[in-house]
């Protein structure tokens, strides 16, 4: 039997040459100003790929973040998306998932256009809010309380489907007639929330409300009259009792609406 040699090199092998291919069809769905059309590939059957690879993105992301689509024109929106699509790099095939990318993406690779409002990246954020809460797997059935329980004398049970954020922007009038150039000169705080019925609702918080959940998560082992006594100090009240007498229908309030679940068991 006689063995013919084979030389390694001479000639790209099949799986390489397609791995090629296939690195530059993508490069180019993704940015084809920057690369061109693989060889051997008409351009007329490679815009059926940038197009709907393309449009897929846009409309998946306008869905998730509307107000922002709305506040855009066709151009700027465009953009915005192809910027997205040519410089980041998603770190999970799924879907749903793609809004906490293109967040990232602007929180961390977004060069700023003269056109991109200063309240940019605290919209989207908190457009994506909605969403993560809405995938969160967690459910607040499955946590033990006491939904009757008495919130000052026990210790209130606060919701993890519960979110007290912070913006510099007032993201939640945003729209395309509102629009501020510069922030305003007190924050806006939200508490973002899904309640039982796994529907998220949005509360403005005035200082009280959100001292009080702030207190609450730092301090969960507390009782509702030791977290409203702990208000009253923080915010130097000349009569504790009365913040604790306020706080008590606040507590009820919040509770009435699953941002406090009831009372540790």
């Not at 998932?97 to 309240?119: H, M, S, T, V, W």
Request: glycine letters at 4%; aromatic letters at 8%.
């Amino acid at each position: 039997m006689v063995y013919s040699p084979v030389i390694i090199g001479l000639e790209e092998s099949k799986p390489d040459h397609m791995k090629k291919l296939q690195t530059a069809f993508a490069a180019h769905i993704r940015d084809p100003d920057s690369n061109p059309v693989p060889d051997g590939i008409e351009d007329r059957r490679m815009k059926i790929y940038r197009d709907l690879f393309f449009n897929s993105i846009q409309t998946l992301l306008a869905g998730n973040f509307p107000v922002l689509r709305a506040i855009c024109d066709d151009q700027q929106w465009s953009g915005l998306v192809r910027d997205f699509y040519s410089v980041h790099r998603c770190q999970t095939p799924l879907f749903p998932e793609l809004a906490k990318e293109f967040l990232r993406y602007l929180q961390d690779e977004r060069e700023i256009a003269k056109d991109d409002p200063g309240f940019l990246l605290e919209l989207a954020h908190y457009e994506w809010v909605e969403l993560a809460l809405s995938l969160d797997e967690r459910e607040l059935t499955d946590i033990a309380v006491d939904r009757q329980g008495d919130l000052l004398e026990g210790i209130p049970v606060l919701s993890p489907l519960a979110w007290p954020l912070s913006y510099r922007y007032p993201v939640h009038m945003i729209k395309p007639d509102y629009q501020p150039k510069e922030p305003p000169s007190d924050a806006s705080h939200i508490l973002v929330y899904r309640n039982r019925q796994d529907d998220v609702k949005f509360m403005k918080l005035n200082d009280v409300s959100r001292l009080l959940l702030e207190i609450m998560r730092k301090d969960p082992e507390a009782s509702g009259r030791v977290l409203l006594n702990q208000v009253a100090t923080a915010i130097s009240h000349p009569q504790p009792e009365r913040v604790v007498a306020a706080g008590a229908d606040l507590l009820n309030d919040l509770r009435s609406r699953d941002i406090v679940l009831g009372t540790r068991r």
